[in-house]
């Protein structure tokens, strides 16, 4: 990541975009780091009081990231004009910006709770933990995906002397180095997210018994 766009001014469109880009990755990561942290009942029991002012800073850094969106809506025309041609990014502009307006609403819900029905907040904390589990690991993997390191670590190293080039055949099971790190990329985010997908379902099943039970005693 460039620091230096930061704090540069009279930027390009393209240099604008980046910087919004980066601006989102930061708050985002914050956001996932707290959100992470409030919903881990060993860390709830370990540190209460500390919980406290953790929910405060991913209730605001939820706020602030309200402002890189609407800093883009206005630019997202011409950025999707300048992807009339690549579908995939299309694609992933539309899912990324799906979870987050998914994230902010329900977030603003849970932040304040006096001025809905316990049904919306309930509903709406249900919500954001589904847009949790299933955008984290893909904002994740187009993180790690999109980010400097990795278009470094799938450049081919420069020949020292001049060798034949690989014929690749369709029939030829021979994976790539691009195709091979994304596998391994996805792998590893899909492994950890289970994990902590699996534990946040736990925490879903006795009060699902309950209510089945609850269910069972009124018939």
Do not use: C
């Not at 980066?22 to 985002?28: G, V």
């Amino acid at each position: 990541m460039n620091w230096k766009i930061f704090f540069q001014r009279n930027l390009k469109f393209a240099k604008k975009l980046t910087r919004l880009h980066h601006s989102n990755a930061l708050l985002f990561l914050v956001l996932s780091i707290t959100g992470l942290i409030l919903v881990s009942a060993s860390f709830r029991s370990t540190f209460p009081a500390t919980r406290v002012w953790i929910k405060d800073v991913h209730v605001w850094m939820g706020i602030i990231s309200i402002l890189p969106i609407l800093f883009y809506l206005p630019k997202i025309k011409k950025h999707l004009l300048t992807l009339r041609k690549r579908k995939k990014h299309r694609i992933n502009v539309y899912l990324v910006l799906g979870i987050l307006l998914t994230l902010i609403i329900s977030g603003l819900i849970l932040s304040f709770p006096a001025t809905v029905t316990p049904l919306v907040s309930s509903n709406a904390l249900l919500i954001h933990d589904i847009a949790t589990w299933v955008g984290l690991p893909y904002i994740i993997y187009h993180s790690i995906t999109r980010s400097l390191w990795f278009k470094n670590l799938l450049q081919k190293p420069t020949p020292e002397g001049k060798e034949e080039p690989i014929i690749i055949e369709k029939s030829n099971p021979f994976v790539g180095r691009r195709t091979f790190v994304k596998f391994v990329a996805g792998g590893l985010t899909a492994i950890i997210s289970l994990v902590l997908m699996g534990k946040w379902i736990q925490s879903y099943l006795p009060s699902w018994g309950r209510r089945q039970q609850n269910i069972n005693e009124r018939k």
